[in-house]
C-alpha cells in the first residue's frame, strides 16, 4: 500500500547494425566512466554535404500521421534547390517516388569555422508505419547519398525507444553510448536536453553531435550512423538555449536551426529564450528560425501507443502561467486515450543528487502529471541514471528564489518492477548519463545509498549509461544499460 514520506538486402545496413557492433565491442574500455577524449577527430562529412542527411519528425501539429518524416541536409551556399532532389522507396522492386517539396533557407551566421551554408528540407511521405524504407538523394542529377529508414510505429505494435542525455561533449563515453543505441536498433531515440556542449552552436552541432550520431560507418572511435536512419526528438536543456547574446556567439540557440519537431506548443508573449545582439546578428537568426522559434521549446507528439510531452523546463520559464499550464492540461487530456503518456524534461523534478539539488522548478506541473495520469517522467541535466518510486507530490509553498519547491510525498513501495509491476503514481527517471562528465559518483548504489532523498530507488553514478524502453499496450518493459552493454537495472510498468 502507499505510505507517506518527504529482411530485405537493400535494407541490410539497419538490421545488421547490431550485429557488427558486437564484433567491435573487445575495445571498449570498462571500468570508471569520467568522461575521456574522444579517441579520434571527428571525421568531416561527404561533399557535397556540409551536414550529412537526417530524419526528423517534421514541424506538422500534432504529427498523428505515422505516414511522414522530414529529411534535413546541410550544404554551402553556393548550392541551390533545383540542384537536389530525394526519392523514396517504400518496399523492394516498388517504384522510387520523388518528394515535390524540398525547401531550403540560407544561414547567414559566419563565424570563425562556420561559412554562411544551406539548410534543405525534403518531406518523405506514403511510407508504410514501421516498416522499412530506402531513400536516396541526389545533386545535379548525381545519386550522392542513400540510406534506410524506418517511420513511427503504428497503435498496437511493439516498438522499441532508447533514451538518454547530456551526451555530445566529445567523449570516448559519449560514442561508446552511440554505438549501444545502434546495437539496441530502436525505433525512436529521444534526447532529454543538453543536445550539444557548451553553448548550443552550430559549430557544437559539426563538431559533436552529427560527427558521432551520424557517422558514415560503425566504429569505435567515431560512433555510428544513427540518425539517417532512425528519427531523433529531443527536448532542449540549458546548454542549448541559455547562451543568447548574438554578439558573443553568432550562432547560438542553433537548436531552433537544427531541429525540425511538431509546432504546437503553446503561445505566449513572456517565458521565452530572447536574443540580444544587433540587429544583423538577430536578423541572421530569426529568419532561418522562422516558426521554430520559440514554439519548438515545447511539443508533443504520438509514436505508437505512445503519447510524447516535451517540456522546457529552462530558468526563463513560468509553470505558473495559466496559458502554458493550460496547454499542458489540454495535451494529457487530449492523450487519454493512448495506452502510455511520458513527459520529457531536461531539469528532473526529484533527483538525489548533490549536484543541481536546488534545481526543482519541474515539480510545479507534478500536479498535471499526476491529474493527466502520467506514467513515466524522463530528464537528464543531472549526469546519472536514477529511478523513483511511484509517488505522488503535493506543493505546499512557492518556489523559493534559489529554485527550490517545497511539498509532501506518498510513494508506493508496494511496486518493485519486477512482481508488483502496476505503480501508483508516475515513475521519475533520470537519464543523464550519456556521455557528459558524471556527476556525485561518491553517491553510487555501492557506496552513497544513505545520501539519496525518501523518493530514490536507484541510482548508479559510476557509468554513462542510456534508457530502452520496450512497448507493448500492456506494458512498458524498461532496463538501463551502460556503454559497454551490461545491463544495469531493469522495471516494468503495466498498465
Known amino acids: 500500500m502507499p505510505q507517506t514520506i518527504e529482411s530485405m538486402k537493400r535494407f541490410r545496413p539497419l538490421l545488421i547494425l547490431g550485429a557488427t557492433l558486437v564484433l567491435s565491442f573487445g575495445v571498449v574500455r570498462l571500468g570508471l566512466r569520467l568522461g575521456h577524449q574522444r579517441n579520434a577527430p571527428p571525421a568531416p562529412p561527404l561533399a557535397p554535404f556540409v551536414v550529412a542527411p537526417y530524419l526528423q519528425l517534421g514541424d506538422a501539429p500534432g504529427l498523428a500521421n505515422p505516414e511522414r518524416l522530414s529529411l534535413l541536409w ?15 522507396q517504400t518496399e523492394p522492386g516498388r517504384e522510387w517516388v ?12 559566419d563565424v570563425r569555422g562556420i561559412a554562411p551554408h544551406q539548410l534543405y528540407r525534403a518531406r518523405l511521405e506514403g511510407l508504410r508505419p514501421g516498416k522499412l524504407f530506402q531513400y536516396r538523394v541526389s545533386y545535379q542529377n548525381k545519386v550522392v547519398f542513400k540510406a534506410t529508414g524506418r517511420p513511427r510505429k503504428s497503435p498496437g505494435e511493439p516498438q522499441r525507444i532508447v533514451a538518454f542525455g547530456d551526451a555530445a561533449a566529445d567523449t570516448q563515453e559519449q560514442v561508446e553510448v552511440a554505438l549501444q543505441v545502434a546495437r539496441a536498433n530502436p525505433d525512436l531515440v529521444v534526447l532529454t536536453g543538453d543536445l550539444v556542449y557548451m553553448t548550443g552552436t552550430i559549430r557544437d552541432y559539426r563538431r559533436t ?20 536512419s532512425i528519427p531523433f526528438a529531443a527536448v532542449p536543456g540549458n546548454h542549448d538555449l541559455l547562451a543568447r547574446d548574438l554578439d558573443k556567439i ?22 521565452i529564450p530572447v536574443p540580444t545582439g544587433s ?8 529568419e532561418p528560425a522562422g516558426l521554430n522559434y520559440p514554439r519548438m521549446a515545447n511539443f508533443s507528439f504520438d509514436s505508437g501507443d505512445v503519447h510524447f510531452t516535451a517540456v522546457d523546463m529552462n530558468a526563463y520559464t513560468d509553470w505558473t502561467n495559466p496559458t502554458w499550464r493550460k496547454w499542458l492540461a489540454d ?17 528532473p523534478p526529484f533527483s538525489s543528487s548533490h549536484a543541481h539539488a536546488e534545481e526543482q522548478r519541474a515539480r510545479l506541473i507534478a500536479d498535471l502529471v499526476q491529474e493527466g495520469n502520467v506514467q513515466l517522467v524522463l530528464s537528464g541535466h543531472v549526469h546519472n541514471y536514477q529511478r523513483s518510486h511511484p509517488l505522488k507530490f503535493t506543493q505546499t509553498g512557492p518556489m523559493t528564489g534559489t529554485g527550490e519547491v517545497p511539498g509532501s510525498f506518498v510513494f508506493d513501495h508496494q511496486y518493485d ?20 562528465r558524471l556527476y556525485d559518483t561518491n553517491q553510487d548504489a555501492e557506496v552513497g545509498p544513505k545520501s539519496w532523498q525518501p523518493f530514490t530507488q536507484k541510482m548508479i553514478s559510476r557509468e554513462h549509461s542510456l534508457t530502452i524502453l520496450d512497448v507493448t499496450p500492456e506494458a512498458l518493459d524498461i532496463k538501463q544499460v551502460n556503454g559497454a552493454g551490461k545491463e544495469i537495472d531493469r522495471f516494468r510498468i503495466s498498465r
Open 250 to 271: 553568432p550562432d547560438a540557440l542553433a537548436y531552433f536551426h537544427i531541429w525540425n519537431q511538431p509546432l504546437n506548443g503553446p503561445i505566449v508573449a513572456i517565458g
Open 74 to 88: 546541410q550544404a554551402e551556399d553556393k548550392s541551390l534547390a533545383s540542384d537536389w532532389w530525394v526519392e523514396v
Open 209 to 228: 553531435f552529427f560527427p558521432v550520431y551520424n557517422a558514415e560507418t560503425v566504429a569505435t572511435d567515431q560512433g555510428a550512423p544513427l540518425l539517417r
Open 331 to 347: 495535451d494529457f487530456a487530449a492523450a487519454q486515450t493512448k495506452p502510455w503518456r511520458i513527459v520529457l524534461t531536461h531539469q
Open 279 to 286: 540587429p544583423e546578428h538577430r536578423r541572421a537568426f530569426r
Open 417 to 436: 518492477g519486477i512482481i508488483h509491476t502496476k505503480p501508483d503514481g508516475p515513475l521519475y527517471v533520470v537519464t543523464g548519463a550519456g556521455g557528459a
Open 98 to 109: 520523388r518528394s515535390e517539396s524540398i525547401g531550403s533557407q540560407p544561414i547567414s551566421v
